[in-house]
Protein backbone atom coordinates (compact mmCIF):
# COMPACT_ATOMS: atom_id res chain seq x y z
CA UNK A 1 0.00 0.00 0.00
CA UNK A 2 1.33 3.27 -0.67
CA UNK A 3 -0.34 6.91 -0.67
CA UNK A 4 -0.44 10.88 -1.34
CA UNK A 5 -1.93 13.10 0.31
CA UNK A 6 -2.74 16.48 -1.46
CA UNK A 7 -4.13 19.94 -0.50
CA UNK A 8 -6.95 20.94 -2.65
CA UNK A 9 -7.17 24.92 -1.92
CA UNK A 10 -10.45 25.49 -3.95
CA UNK A 11 -12.80 23.54 -6.20
CA UNK A 12 -10.93 24.08 -9.22
CA UNK A 13 -8.56 21.88 -7.68
CA UNK A 14 -10.53 19.36 -7.15
CA UNK A 15 -12.00 18.94 -10.46
CA UNK A 16 -8.38 19.36 -11.61
CA UNK A 17 -7.64 16.20 -9.50
CA UNK A 18 -10.42 14.56 -11.10
CA UNK A 19 -8.60 15.05 -14.85
CA UNK A 20 -5.15 14.25 -13.99
CA UNK A 21 -6.84 10.94 -12.25
CA UNK A 22 -8.21 10.50 -15.44
CA UNK A 23 -5.26 11.00 -17.85
CA UNK A 24 -3.13 8.60 -15.81
CA UNK A 25 -5.77 5.93 -16.12
CA UNK A 26 -5.64 6.57 -20.24
CA UNK A 27 -1.51 7.01 -20.04
CA UNK A 28 -1.65 3.39 -17.77
CA UNK A 29 -4.09 1.67 -20.39
CA UNK A 30 -5.82 0.61 -17.43
CA UNK A 31 -8.24 -1.99 -18.38
CA UNK A 32 -10.58 -1.26 -14.79
CA UNK A 33 -10.56 0.76 -12.03
CA UNK A 34 -12.44 0.61 -8.74
CA UNK A 35 -12.02 3.46 -6.94
CA UNK A 36 -13.70 4.27 -3.11
CA UNK A 37 -14.99 7.70 -2.23
CA UNK A 38 -14.86 8.47 1.11
CA UNK A 39 -15.98 11.62 2.73
CA UNK A 40 -18.34 13.38 4.39
CA UNK A 41 -21.44 15.72 2.38
CA UNK A 42 -20.13 18.15 0.72
CA UNK A 43 -16.49 17.31 0.99
CA UNK A 44 -16.12 17.13 -2.88
CA UNK A 45 -16.41 13.39 -3.65
CA UNK A 46 -18.88 14.16 -6.88
CA UNK A 47 -16.81 17.54 -8.00
CA UNK A 48 -13.47 15.40 -8.00
CA UNK A 49 -15.83 12.72 -9.93
CA UNK A 50 -16.97 15.67 -12.22
CA UNK A 51 -13.30 16.70 -13.21
CA UNK A 52 -12.68 12.75 -13.52
CA UNK A 53 -15.96 12.00 -16.14
CA UNK A 54 -14.35 15.48 -18.06
CA UNK A 55 -10.98 13.89 -18.38
CA UNK A 56 -12.44 11.09 -20.31
CA UNK A 57 -14.18 13.71 -22.99
CA UNK A 58 -17.98 13.13 -21.94
CA UNK A 59 -19.09 16.99 -21.37
CA UNK A 60 -22.26 18.70 -19.56
CA UNK A 61 -23.42 18.41 -16.35
CA UNK A 62 -22.11 15.95 -13.58
CA UNK A 63 -24.29 15.49 -10.86
CA UNK A 64 -24.47 13.00 -8.09
CA UNK A 65 -26.92 10.24 -9.13
CA UNK A 66 -28.36 9.82 -5.51
CA UNK A 67 -31.72 8.82 -6.58
CA UNK A 68 -30.68 6.61 -9.62
CA UNK A 69 -27.21 5.19 -7.82
CA UNK A 70 -25.73 5.28 -11.08
CA UNK A 71 -25.02 7.52 -13.97
CA UNK A 72 -23.27 5.59 -16.52
CA UNK A 73 -20.93 7.71 -19.23
CA UNK A 74 -20.80 5.79 -22.20
CA UNK A 75 -17.93 5.52 -25.29
CA UNK A 76 -17.27 3.14 -27.66
CA UNK A 77 -14.43 1.09 -25.73
CA UNK A 78 -15.00 2.28 -22.45
CA UNK A 79 -17.51 3.29 -20.13
CA UNK A 80 -16.96 5.80 -16.18
CA UNK A 81 -19.58 4.67 -14.26
CA UNK A 82 -20.41 7.06 -11.31
CA UNK A 83 -21.89 5.57 -8.06
CA UNK A 84 -23.97 7.47 -5.35
CA UNK A 85 -24.84 4.58 -2.71
CA UNK A 86 -25.87 6.66 -0.11
CA UNK A 87 -29.49 5.67 -0.42
CA UNK A 88 -28.70 2.29 -0.90
CA UNK A 89 -31.15 0.26 1.54
CA UNK A 90 -30.07 -3.25 0.82
CA UNK A 91 -26.78 -4.09 -1.04
CA UNK A 92 -29.14 -6.73 -2.53
CA UNK A 93 -30.87 -4.07 -4.28
CA UNK A 94 -27.44 -3.78 -6.43
CA UNK A 95 -28.25 -7.36 -7.91
CA UNK A 96 -31.53 -6.05 -9.72
CA UNK A 97 -29.00 -2.73 -10.73
CA UNK A 98 -27.37 -5.79 -13.02
CA UNK A 99 -24.42 -4.70 -10.94
CA UNK A 100 -22.26 -7.30 -12.47
CA UNK A 101 -22.32 -5.88 -15.88
CA UNK A 102 -21.08 -2.34 -15.00
CA UNK A 103 -17.51 -4.31 -13.89
CA UNK A 104 -17.30 -6.92 -16.24
CA UNK A 105 -16.36 -4.85 -19.43
CA UNK A 106 -13.64 -1.92 -19.29
CA UNK A 107 -15.24 0.46 -16.98
CA UNK A 108 -13.72 2.81 -14.69
CA UNK A 109 -15.93 3.23 -11.31
CA UNK A 110 -16.30 6.13 -9.08
CA UNK A 111 -18.06 4.99 -5.77
CA UNK A 112 -19.39 7.18 -3.21
CA UNK A 113 -20.47 5.71 -0.28
CA UNK A 114 -19.22 2.38 -0.90
CA UNK A 115 -19.32 0.69 2.47
CA UNK A 116 -23.42 0.58 1.99
CA UNK A 117 -22.58 -1.99 -0.61
CA UNK A 118 -19.98 -4.18 1.46
CA UNK A 119 -19.57 -7.38 -0.07
CA UNK A 120 -21.03 -6.40 -2.95
CA UNK A 121 -18.71 -4.68 -4.99
CA UNK A 122 -14.75 -5.85 -6.59
CA UNK A 123 -12.11 -5.61 -4.57
CA UNK A 124 -10.82 -1.66 -4.76
CA UNK A 125 -7.84 -0.51 -6.88
CA UNK A 126 -8.00 2.99 -4.67
CA UNK A 127 -9.37 4.55 -1.97
CA UNK A 128 -9.93 7.83 -2.10
CA UNK A 129 -10.41 10.05 1.48
CA UNK A 130 -11.58 13.59 1.01
CA UNK A 131 -11.72 15.83 4.12
CA UNK A 132 -12.71 18.98 5.14
CA UNK A 133 -9.65 21.52 5.89
CA UNK A 134 -11.33 25.00 6.94
CA UNK A 135 -12.58 26.23 3.49
CA UNK A 136 -10.47 24.16 1.89
CA UNK A 137 -10.04 20.23 1.23
CA UNK A 138 -7.19 17.41 1.48
CA UNK A 139 -7.60 14.45 -0.11
CA UNK A 140 -5.82 11.17 0.17
CA UNK A 141 -4.90 9.18 -2.24
CA UNK A 142 -4.62 4.99 -1.36
CA UNK A 143 -3.54 2.29 -3.64
CA UNK A 144 -4.99 -1.25 -2.48
CA UNK A 145 -3.52 -2.56 -5.31
CA UNK A 146 -0.93 -3.40 -8.03
CA UNK A 147 -2.64 -0.40 -10.49
CA UNK A 148 -3.47 1.50 -7.98
CA UNK A 149 0.19 1.99 -6.60
CA UNK A 150 0.82 2.69 -10.18
CA UNK A 151 -1.69 5.25 -10.23
CA UNK A 152 -0.28 6.80 -6.89
CA UNK A 153 2.91 6.99 -8.02
CA UNK A 154 2.29 9.01 -10.78
CA UNK A 155 -0.25 11.35 -9.14
CA UNK A 156 2.90 11.67 -6.75
CA UNK A 157 5.13 12.83 -9.68
CA UNK A 158 2.16 15.26 -10.82
CA UNK A 159 1.25 16.56 -8.04
CA UNK A 160 4.95 16.46 -5.98
CA UNK A 161 4.55 15.56 -2.10
CA UNK A 162 2.51 17.37 0.57
CA UNK A 163 1.37 17.07 3.95
P1 LIG B 1 -19.88 15.32 -2.03
O1 LIG B 1 -20.14 14.60 -3.30
O2 LIG B 1 -18.67 14.83 -1.28
O3 LIG B 1 -21.09 15.34 -1.13
P2 LIG B 1 -19.83 17.72 -3.64
O4 LIG B 1 -18.73 17.54 -4.60
O5 LIG B 1 -21.22 17.51 -4.13
O6 LIG B 1 -19.54 16.84 -2.34
O7 LIG B 1 -19.80 19.17 -3.02
C1 LIG B 1 -18.62 19.74 -2.63
C2 LIG B 1 -18.83 21.22 -2.40
O8 LIG B 1 -17.61 21.77 -1.98
C3 LIG B 1 -19.21 21.97 -3.67
O9 LIG B 1 -20.01 23.08 -3.30
C4 LIG B 1 -17.87 22.45 -4.22
O10 LIG B 1 -17.96 23.66 -4.93
C5 LIG B 1 -17.07 22.65 -2.97
N1 LIG B 1 -15.66 22.27 -3.14
C6 LIG B 1 -15.15 21.24 -3.84
N2 LIG B 1 -13.80 21.20 -3.70
C7 LIG B 1 -13.46 22.22 -2.90
C8 LIG B 1 -12.21 22.68 -2.38
N3 LIG B 1 -11.06 22.06 -2.66
N4 LIG B 1 -12.22 23.76 -1.56
C9 LIG B 1 -13.38 24.36 -1.26
N5 LIG B 1 -14.60 23.99 -1.71
C10 LIG B 1 -14.64 22.91 -2.53
MG1 LIG C 1 -21.85 13.40 -3.91
Known amino acids: ?8 SNENDTIALGKTLASIVKELKCARLIAFLNGDLGAGKTTMTRG ?10 VKSPTY ?3 EPYEAEEFAVYHFDLYRLADPEELEFLGI ?7 SYCMIEWPEKA ?3 LPKEDL ?3 MLYDGEARKVEVESRSDTGKKIVELLKESHGKQD
Do not use: A, C, P
Request: aromatic letters at 20%.
Open 1 to 8: MNFVKLKL
Open 52 to 61: FVHGFGFEGN
Open 68 to 70: TLV
Open 100 to 106: RDYFSKT
Open 118 to 120: QGF
Open 127 to 129: VIN
